[in-house]
């Protein structure tokens, strides 16, 4: 059974740091591109970072560019997105998700497996 958990969200100030982590279950984790996506309250959901199979290549949205860093560490099955400079419009539910051989692109409808989620708020 695929199971993806996030965990470190929370509440913070804007200007604040926070890193969340998704450990990854069930599947050979080297064999997917990890994918972190948002979800804000009355919106869709939208693509925030990638990274590859090895780590070698992340790609961000443009919102988190420079603030947000996504890594990931094959021997723990783990994937990390480390926010920096965090902002109001920054709130959301974060989900990792996990895309296998990297085909799927920033589309959320690539990606085949979910996490469930974690709630990330910034107070300003």
């Known amino acids: 059974q695929v199971q993806l958990a996030e965990s470190g969200g929370g509440l913070v100030q804007a200007g604040d740091s926070l890193r969340l982590s998704c450990v990854v279950s069930?599947?050979?984790?080297?064999?997917?591109?990890m994918g972190w996506f948002r979800q804000a309250p009355g919106k869709g959901r939208e693509f925030v970072a990638k990274?590859?199979?090895?780590?070698?290549?992340?790609a961000y949205a443009d919102s988190v560019k420079g603030r947000f860093t996504v890594s990931r560490d094959n021997t723990k099955n783990t994937v990390y997105l480390q926010m920096s400079s965090l902002k109001p419009e920054d709130t959301a539910v974060y989900y990792c998700?996990?895309?296998?051989?990297?085909?799927?692109?920033?589309?959320?409808?690539?990606?085949?497996?979910w996490g469930q989620g974690t709630q990330v708020t910034i107070s300003s």
């Open positions: 069930g599947l050979t984790f080297s064999s997917y591109a």
């Open positions: 990274i590859s199979r090895s780590g070698g290549s992340t």
């Open positions: 998700a996990a895309d296998f051989m990297d085909r799927g692109g920033r589309n959320s409808g690539g990606f085949e497996y």
